[in-house]
């Protein structure tokens, strides 16, 4: 059963622009949110994170939006540079980070 | 402090045979973290260790997974008679005491290939 679940396979995007990436879950005990970026042939590597007492954070050209009532989280990367093509993964937890569910991943492509 | 290290990078087994993977964390980080990823998904939860005690385990770890943290630092994996369904990308990650927001340091990765 896929707890958390990122629908789009893949998003191209032209640089300089706006890239969304969009996460649901369906485990309203989930209180933690990260996102990594993973490169071919690397481990995943964290991004930004974020709990559920907050609605958005932010971290240079990246921030993560949180709507609970939706059970939906999103990661807005602006302005999108090429080096930022990657599968990217949100995952979730219902404590203190012990364990994380991941989602399939959605590969970006920034276009130069 | 280099990161979160892997050893072997890849390994290729034959069904039946065992194989063990080691994973040496940041120094500084006292939990460790085993996830498995297949093709196509999201890396899966195996085990979870705060120094040397497994406080988690997924029903994913059958019975042929075995886990140790000796001294509370580099960590093994060792799986029991290999099938196929096993192979996979086995990751392995440490974090502080506050990994849920910090953020896991993951290593590259163990690729086991059953044949």
């Known amino acids: 059963d896929q707890q958390v679940k990122q629908n789009s396979p893949s998003l191209s995007v032209q640089e300089g622009r706006i890239s969304i990436l969009n996460c649901d879950y369906t485990n309203s005990m989930f209180d933690y949110f990260l996102w990594y970026k993973k490169y071919p042939a690397e481990g995943p590597t964290f991004l930004i994170s974020i709990s559920s007492i907050k609605d958005k954070n932010e971290d240079g050209r990246f921030t993560v939006f949180l709507n609970k009532s939706a059970k939906h989280l999103s990661l807005h990367i602006v302005p999108s540079q090429p080096g930022d093509s990657a599968v990217y993964f949100c995952?979730?937890?219902?404590?203190?980070?012990?364990?994380?569910?991941f989602g399939t991943g959605t590969s970006l492509t920034v276009i130069p | 402090d280099t990161g979160v290290s892997q050893n072997p990078r890849h390994k290729i087994t034959k069904r039946g045979q065992n194989v063990t993977f080691r994973c040496d964390p940041i120094s500084e980080h006292n939990r460790l973290y085993w996830y498995r990823q297949t093709l196509g998904q999201g890396p899966e939860f195996l085990t979870y260790f705060q120094n040397e005690a497994q406080l988690e385990k997924s029903r994913l770890l059958s019975d042929r997974f075995s886990a140790e943290r000796p001294k509370g630092s580099f960590s093994t994996l060792e799986i029991q008679r290999t099938e196929q369904g096993d192979s996979a990308m086995y990751l392995c990650?440490?974090?502080?005491?506050?990994?849920?927001?910090?953020?896991?340091?993951f290593g590259s990765g163990t690729r086991l290939t059953v044949v």
């Open positions: 995952a979730a937890s219902p404590n203190t980070g012990n364990q994380f569910y």
């Open positions: 990650a440490s974090s502080g005491p506050t990994g849920w927001k910090d953020g896991y340091t």
